[in-house]
């Protein structure tokens, strides 16, 4: 017996649309959603930028190469390359908090 689960989908939200508002939403909730939601991404990358540029300072100051970061981080070549140049997409904070832990970084999380 073989398995006819129906997988096509059935809209799809262009770019610039708002998902909210796609999902139901009112206009007005789904633009405040929206809203939070760049924000919230706002937020995040700028944190993320934060300890990719504590990373890049580390590694200029100690005169410290990709390779050797990155067998000192516990990651591959290409991702310390990512790091120093920023590309926030490709990392989660939490991954970016552990290769900064592995050069003796230290974090304080302030909730205001």
């Known amino acids: 017996m073989t398995d006819k689960t129906d997988v096509s989908s059935r809209h799809i939200t262009r770019p610039g649309d708002n998902i ?3 999902l139901g ?6 633009e ?3 809203q939070e939601s760049d924000e919230e991404i706002r937020q995040l990358t700028a944190m993320k930028k934060l300890v990719m540029t504590e990373i890049a300072d580390w590694m200029k100051q100690s005169g410290t190469k990709q390779l050797q970061a990155a067998q000192i981080m516990h990651v591959t070549r290409p991702r310390v390359s990512d790091v120093v140049n ?3 997409e490709k990392f ?3 991954a970016l908090v552990s290769m900064a832990g592995c050069i ?3 974090f304080q999380l302030v909730i205001k």
Not at 25 to 30: K, L, T, V
């Open 25 to 30: 939403f009112s206009e007005a909730r789904a």
């Open 32 to 34: 405040a959603l929206l």
């Open 20 to 22: 909210f508002a796609d």
């Open 104 to 106: 003796g970084k230290k």
């Open 86 to 88: 920023q590309k926030t």
């Open 92 to 94: 989660t904070l939490d």
